[in-house]
């Protein structure tokens, strides 16, 4: 008990390290950018109120006194605009016939193509269409954690400035702006498969509220269009049927305005063929704005050539001025000058009143600009010093043209020249207010070099403290040196987080830089010089065949995120990488045939019968161990390449086309039926085949006897959670009118009914994870009425006669020599059965083949080791002859193929290293929404991604445990028949403790090893290429998925490490309550 919890110890400790490491870095790379706390008022110096027309605003006059804001969430562009070619069967296509009809009268309504800033999702964007400034990349991770707005946006200044608001629709509103609205008609958000509750809701209110006189400003934020995308993706017949009633409202509330009105319907974003967003892609940052109110809200002829593309903060500039407000502070936005060409006060219009009224809007957004420069300048020096001078030249030359421009129009009057030299000077604001833009958006994140560096040391300190693990794995007892490494540690740690997150840039790094390099130093020192009693285990660092080409692999690897081609097509190249283990190990069994297969020792018989039939015998040729080998290696390489029809695409992926596995079974087009029956029976004969695999297993070990939780398990719950997970994907396949009229509790009845029952097998399989089986003795004795009597009482005597010498022989037990791998394998099956719910019917079949290549490669490894030489050798004749094999065999190689096997199942199963491709829909699996707490939610989101990290974790241990089994191999390759109760299995490893003490922590410490080698190059290169062009579309994100991927091997490593210690000490109590028994 000892020895195993210091390792656990060790294990947690150096997690503890990464995770450390791993937290200081990200607090440098993804940091928000510099928020100015300030707010713009009616008090400056650079508006002036000279119109002597409409209602007095505060930097203009009122253009209008009531809008309506409309979002209606996903609403992209093409959504919006009408395409006269256009397929009528397209269901997302001309669907808003009322924009079109409108914009039959261009005074009167606009649309635009609405450009949203990256990252798209809802939380960020409403942050920008409310403030106009602009999201960083790590705002896309508190996309489910919305604060409050405490920088300035135009909601709070409409109420600083007595305007009521009303609110309907998307809660996500409510925790942006607690307490603001006069009124407020709030619907949860999260659940998107429920495409009516939020939209049914708004509509319910909107037209009664819009009928009222208690508001000026009504905002209405519409899901359904969204959560349709997001269910069945846009080529949907309910994308018609949701795009048509955002139609009818749209007509409706036109209806009821007034000239003083004006109305905005947008989108925050847009969506991909998928229905996903969060991205970069065009389908996701083209969304729609369509302006449009009953009097005329621009000039019919325009000097310039009107924009039909804005930016989404464009609007926050626009609708501020147009009511009278002060721009926030932050906002980065250009008016869209075309809407203030025309006023309803004007007489007559003159080209030079609309050039006027437009520049000096332009004006105004300049000037609001200037005053945040400034401010932003003051809180950071990012600003380039002489840049921020030549703009703030441009726009001084550029007022002191205006002034002039105004003192020629009042003495000489209009003349033509005035006009062009007002459209220059319209000219010069656009190119101020885009040119600031532009230079915010390259340093808008200051970048920590202090935290940046110091995770990074942190980082290569954990990478040497786990090779040092490693190195010392193969001692009995834990070095005393391994506590004064833990003590410099710990002290390194609090020094290195102090510096980080209390003192900052305030004071120097330079002690923690000197404790980082001393103690990489001491431990590389401490690796060298150790060496254990007897030390015979080859380590990665040993220098032989294996260990070079899995280095060679592991080095590639990291070099090749330095590379954003790699970092985007690494779903192929990890597919290579794989692939060329597995070919390794081929050669490397064929080798262990060749050279160390004696066939002197082949069977006599087996001789004679070659010397006596010359015939040629091709099955003799094609059992051979080299040429199975061959087919088994084969069989492998095209499980790995058949899962590649699962991979998701990247934008970046022109090439890729969208496998049909990741459409939503529901979504699929109508004359895809037949398909669509295909694809569900082919998943459902997976779940089958895996389940009847592991029985036909479980029965072939001998571990079928017997009652105990494990069997019970496998013989009843997991078929039940089986067909129930087949039948809730069938249900998942209904037409959604179908589904969405049964009751909700039949919706999520049968994923709740999975969650139930393998919890239950979890915690009983915990508790008795043993499936072996003790023959019991016949204890009666019963006499047969048949005339034969004395035989029977004489046998009997007989019997008892002999009971003292039976008494000497072994207990008969079932399943004793898989007692490990078949109760390991109950896990298997349970994170199996979750996983594949969660996946869903479309990529859950890349679980088997991934589970099918584990075991194909586990007998082409076993066939490849070390302990082949001992089997062969004679040197087991005391019996632990496997297990001494296994101890020296080396671990690392094996573990490099698990890993690159496993990041080819990351995309096998529909994912990718980019915010869309997240499967926001597994988090209702087995519920409708609604929750109180996003920790349930969060899970089952983890789980779906990272799916293929926890069936790494929970498989890895057979590394360990298949080499003592009875594989494929060892039957084909025995060259001397087995005496009867000779072979032990995996029960081995009871016999030595420290034996298997120190398989395991070698194999989790390699486990580790990989993982942190591999976020340290997406780290490394994040942090080198921090000013490269891509580096939040690809970089980025990239090292985010493989920090978070690190985290779910970290802990699921240790709950499997949990798992095999209780399934030893199960069997170590087994074994001493047997020989208890033997003595009484």
């Not at 080859?538 to 081609?565: A, G, P, R």
């Amino acid at each position: 008990m000892g020895q195993n919890f210091k390792c656990f110890f060790l294990l947690c400790f150096l997690i503890l390290l990464y995770v450390c490491g791993l937290l200081i870095f990200a607090k440098g790379f993804l940091l928000k950018r510099v928020v100015v706390e300030r707010n713009s008022t009616c008090k400056v110096d650079f508006a002036m109120q000279s119109d002597m027309h409409g209602e007095k605003g505060c930097w203009m006059h009122v253009r209008y006194k009531k809008a309506i804001i409309i979002v209606i969430d996903a609403l992209r562009y093409d959504f919006a605009s009408f395409d006269p070619t256009a397929n009528d069967s397209i269901p997302y296509k001309n669907r808003l016939t009322f924009i079109k009809n409108s914009l039959m009268k261009p005074n009167n309504a606009k649309l635009y193509k609405f450009i949203a800033d990256p990252p798209t999702t809802t939380l960020q964007r409403l942050k920008g269409l409310t403030t106009g400034s602009l999201p960083t990349f790590v705002d896309a991770g508190s996309n489910f954690a919305s604060s409050e707005i405490t920088e300035d946006n135009f909601i709070d200044q409409l109420i600083g400035h007595n305007k009521r608001i009303k609110f309907l629709g998307d809660d996500t509103w409510i925790g942006l702006f607690p307490n603001r609205f006069n009124k407020q008609f709030p619907f949860p958000s999260f659940n998107v498969k429920d495409l009516h509750t939020v939209d049914d809701g708004v509509l319910k209110h909107l037209f009664k509220e819009q009928s009222k006189n208690d508001w000026e400003v009504l905002v209405a934020h519409f899901l359904g269009v969204d959560h349709c995308g997001h269910r069945y993706g846009p080529n949907h017949p309910a994308m018609r049927d949701k795009l048509s009633q955002m139609n009818d409202m749209i007509r409706n509330v036109t209806r009821s305005m007034k000239d003083d009105t004006i109305l905005f319907v947008m989108g925050d974003h847009g969506m991909t063929k998928t229905g996903d967003h969060g991205g970069d892609s065009k389908d996701e940052l083209e969304a729609a704005l369509f302006v449009y109110s009953p009097a005329q809200i621009t000039s019919q002829h325009n000097l310039w050539k009107e924009r039909d593309t804005i930016s989404q903060i464009d609007f926050v500039p626009t609708i501020s001025l147009l009511l009278g407000i002060p721009i926030p502070f932050s906002n980065l936005g250009q008016v869209i000058e075309e809407l203030f060409t025309h006023c309803p006060w004007w007489q007559t219009s003159s080209d030079i009143k609309k050039v006027y009224h437009s520049t000096k809007a332009l004006r105004l957004n300049a000037k609001q600009i200037s005053y945040y420069l400034t401010s932003y300048y003051e809180y950071s020096s990012d600003f380039p010093i002489q840049k921020y001078y030549e703009l703030q030249n441009l726009l001084d030359h550029a007022e002191k043209d205006l002034q002039a421009l105004v003192t020629a129009m009042v003495k000489d009057g209009a003349t033509r020249d005035i006009t062009e030299d007002l459209k220059i000077l319209r000219g010069h604001y656009i190119e101020y207010i885009s040119q600031v833009g532009k230079i915010c958006k390259g340093i808008w994140a200051k970048f920590d070099m202090m935290s940046i560096s110091i995770g990074i040391l942190t980082l290569l300190l954990a990478i040497s403290t786990n090779i040092y693990y490693i190195r010392i794995s193969d001692s009995s007892e834990v070095p005393n040196t391994v506590v004064i490494l833990i003590l410099y540690c710990v002290v390194y740690l609090t020094y290195a987080m102090f510096q980080t997150f209390f003192v900052g840039e305030t004071l120097s790094a330079f002690m923690v830089y000197i404790l980082a390099i001393v103690g990489i130093v001491m431990i590389w020192i401490l690796t060298y010089n150790f060496s254990a009693p007897e030390a015979v285990a080859e380590t990665c660092l040993s220098l032989n065949i294996n260990n070079i080409f899995s280095w060679m692999i592991m080095l590639l690897y990291f070099v090749l995120f330095f590379s954003n081609s790699f970092v985007v097509h690494e779903d192929s190249v990890t597919l290579f990488f794989t692939q060329t283990l597995t070919w390794i190990f081929c050669f490397k069994s064929i080798q262990s045939f060749l050279v160390k297969y004696d066939t002197a020792q082949l069977d006599q018989k087996a001789k004679r019968h070659k010397t006596q039939h010359k015939t040629y015998d091709i099955m003799r040729t094609l059992t051979q161990p080299s040429i199975l080998a061959i087919f088994v290696t084969l069989l492998l390489n095209v499980l790995v390449r058949f899962s590649s029809n699962f991979r998701a695409c990247r934008e970046e992926q022109w090439t890729c086309s969208l496998s049909l596995f990741l459409y939503p079974l529901a979504s699929l087009p109508e004359e895809l039926t037949s398909y669509r029956n295909v694809r569900y029976f082919f998943s459902v004969g997976c779940v089958i085949f895996f389940l009847l695999s592991i029985r036909k297993y479980v029965k072939h070990s001998g571990n079928f006897q017997g009652n105990s939780a494990g069997i019970i398990c496998i013989k009843y719950i997991y078929p039940i959670c089986g067909v129930a997970i087949v039948l809730h994907w069938a249900l998942q396949g209904l037409p959604q009118p179908i589904l969405d009229a049964l009751p909700v509790w039949q919706q999520i009845f049968l994923p709740r009914l999975v969650y139930i029952l393998l919890f239950i097998s979890f915690i009983a399989t915990t508790i008795k994870p043993l499936t072996i089986h003790l023959l019991p003795k016949q204890e009666k004795f019963s006499v047969q009425a048949d005339g034969t009597v004395i035989p029977q009482v004489y046998n009997k005597l007989k019997q008892n006669f002999k009971d003292e010498k039976e008494a000497e022989h072994p207990p008969i037990v079932f399943g004793l020599g898989t007692t490990y791998s078949s109760a390991l394998i109950n896990f298997v099956v349970i994170f199996y059965l979750l996983l594949v719910l969660l996946l869903g019917d479309g990529p859950s079949p890349s679980l088997l083949f991934a589970f099918l290549s584990v075991w194909l490669f586990l007998e082409v490894y076993t066939a490849s080791g070390t302990f082949t030489k001992m089997v062969f050798s004679g040197d087991e004749s005391s019996g632990f002859g496997l297990t001494k094999a296994c101890k020296v065999n080396n671990i690392w190689p094996p573990v490099v193929f698990m890993s690159t096997l496993f990041a080819t199942l990351f995309y096998s199963t529909g994912h990718q290293a980019t915010v869309p491709s997240i499967k926001w829909e597994s988090a209702f699996t087995g519920f409708h929404g609604d929750f109180d707490y996003n920790i349930i939610p969060a899970i089952l989101i983890t789980l779906n991604t990272f799916a293929a990290e926890v069936f790494y974790s929970i498989l890895c241990p057979l590394l360990v445990i298949w080499p003592l089994t009875d594989g494929l191999f060892l039957k084909s390759m025995a060259a001397k028949k087995e005496e009867p109760g000779h072979w032990k299995g995996d029960f081995l490893l009871l016999e030595d403790e420290d034996v298997f003490k120190q398989m395991l922590f070698r194999l989790f410490s390699s486990m580790f090893l990989f993982q942190g080698i591999k976020v340290f190059g997406s780290m490394c290169a994040a942090a080198l290429h921090r000013r490269h062009l891509m580096v939040w579309k690809i970089f980025a994100p990239r090292f985010v998925f493989a920090a978070v991927s690190s985290f779910a091997v970290f802990t699921f490593t240790l709950l499997t490490y949990l798992i095999i210690i209780n399934i030893h000490h199960a069997l170590t109590r087994w074994v001493k309550q047997l020989e208890h028994k033997k003595k009484k």
